[in-house]
């Protein structure tokens, strides 16, 4: 009898899934795209999407997690982004498995949906997801080319400063890259550099991408976000070429990158199709 008892507790525990902690939307978001979201037990609080995440424990934000809310929730394990190695270093001496992964660049974030999909043992979604990132990254491939491209962060209704852009060394100018065009901002500057209407003019974008998630929450409209950038004396404000992309999506590198992929080609085939009519060809 005890040995029967020993053997259902083995089988038990090989069977159990794991008591996740995701420390960012990104790996909240890959986590539950891998088939493995009933196992998360806590995330942040920006946490919110697929819609079960909202009822799920909130732990505090990315940049400032509480450890005692994430004891609390016993997990098994908590997987956080690089900027969390002295919260991983805590958890490792109390036990709990940690793993860290980096979603800076696009390796980076197809390097990372493999890990968590080895450490979930859900390796064939993994690779199916990335799939899906590589075919979408293959069509936009020769719509347009060397193309001055600037990706904007944030909801600016005027250009004198503070405006957020993307730089080098992330998934954006990776994106604007494999396009066959380039990142109208050409610099050491990384991540998401700050810029004044000076460095804007400096650049002279063909083509402005606006990711303006909560600009219906801000009360803003299109006009209200395009309006200061057709005055100002560069390629994009002279042909009208200002987009937006409003979709909260846009700025969480998960899954959910093939769908800001989309959309960016949609933004290169309509830019191709306005020159030429402009060229009335």
């Not at 908590?78 to 498995?97: E, T, W």
């Not at 660049?105 to 080895?118: A, E, F, H, Q, R």
């Not at 500057?189 to 000076?198: A, D, F, S, T």
């Amino acid at each position: 009898m005890r040995k029967l008892f020993l053997l259902l507790v083995l089988t038990v525990s090989l069977f159990a899934g794991e008591r996740i902690v995701a420390l960012s939307p990104s790996i909240n978001e890959i986590i539950f795209a891998l088939g493995k979201g009933e196992e998360i037990v806590g995330n942040t609080s920006y946490c919110d999407y697929p819609e079960a995440s909202q009822k799920i424990a909130k732990i505090g934000n990315y940049f400032d997690p509480s450890l005692e809310k994430i004891l609390f929730l016993n997990p098994t394990l908590v997987i956080m982004q690089q900027n969390s190695h002295q919260l991983s270093q805590k958890l490792q001496q109390l036990g709990i498995k940690t793993q860290i992964v980096k979603i800076d660049t696009l390796s980076d974030i197809k390097n990372s949906i493999i890990d968590i999909g080895k450490t979930l043992n859900t390796e064939q979604n993994a690779q199916i997801i990335v799939n899906n990132i590589n075919q979408e990254l293959q069509k936009l491939r020769n719509i347009t080319a060397d193309k001055k491209i600037l990706i904007v962060i944030g909801h600016n209704t005027s250009l004198v400063s503070k405006i957020f852009v993307a730089g080098q060394n992330l998934y954006f100018d990776d994106i604007i890259n494999e396009s066959g065009n380039k990142n109208a901002l050409q610099s050491q500057r990384k991540g998401q550099p700050v810029l004044n209407m000076e460095n804007i003019i400096a650049c002279n974008p063909d083509i402005v991408i606006l990711l303006a998630h909560s600009m219906h929450e801000k009360g803003l409209s299109e006009n209200d976000l395009t309006a200061p950038w057709r005055e100002l004396p560069i390629h994009a404000g002279k042909t009208n070429s200002i987009y937006i992309i409003d979709k909260l999506y846009a700025g969480i590198p998960s899954d959910r990158l093939v769908y800001f992929l989309q959309d960016f080609q949609e933004i290169l085939k309509d830019y191709k199709k306005s020159m030429f009519a402009e060229e009335g060809l």
